[in-house]
């Protein structure tokens, strides 16, 4: 079975979790991996923003996802031009994320990602002890 990865990205992460995944699925169906720093919030703003993101993406693209993962993405202020530098440290202010520009911050949570990936296969996770 071929499996088809779609995805968009500026600086890199949503590629380098959609490769990730990528390589952890077996296949079946489809789902909407949805990488945002609200994923990383814990405020009712956060999700009713993801909520509200998703639903007009369904509406606009028309695509209905059997499963939504929303994972939280990353500050990458080397990738980032001026201006948007500049707008993200003040967003990472507000948030009470890292603020020092010269270095980037992944907020993924790369053992949720492996859990999404073996639930979305089916597949089985031995651990050793
Ligand atoms: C210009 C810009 C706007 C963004 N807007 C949002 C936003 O509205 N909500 C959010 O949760 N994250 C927002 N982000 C954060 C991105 O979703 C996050 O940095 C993600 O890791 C980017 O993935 P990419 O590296 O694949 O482009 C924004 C990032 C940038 C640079």
Redesign the pocket.
């Known amino acids: 079975m071929q499996i088809l990865v779609v995805y968009?990205?500026?600086?890199?992460?949503?590629?380098k979790i959609a490769s990730f995944v990528s390589e952890r699925l077996s296949g079946r169906a489809n789902a909407f991996l949805s990488?945002?720093?609200?994923?990383a919030g814990r405020e009712p703003d956060d999700i009713g923003?993801l909520e509200k993101c998703v639903a007009n993406f369904v509406q606009a693209s028309g695509w209905r996802p059997q499963l939504v993962h929303h994972v939280a993405?990353?500050?990458?202020y080397s990738?980032?031009g001026f201006l948007?530098r500049y707008?993200?440290k003040y967003k990472a202010y507000r948030r009470g994320a890292p603020t020092d520009t010269d270095h980037d911050y992944e907020l993924t949570d790369w053992d949720d990602v492996a859990r999404f990936a073996d639930t979305f296969a089916g597949a089985r996770t031995v651990t050793r002890a």
């Not at 968009?8 to 590629?15: A, K």
């Open positions: 968009g990205t500026t600086e890199g992460q949503t590629e990488v945002s720093l609200s994923a923003g993405g990353a500050f990458r990738a980032y948007t707008v993200m």
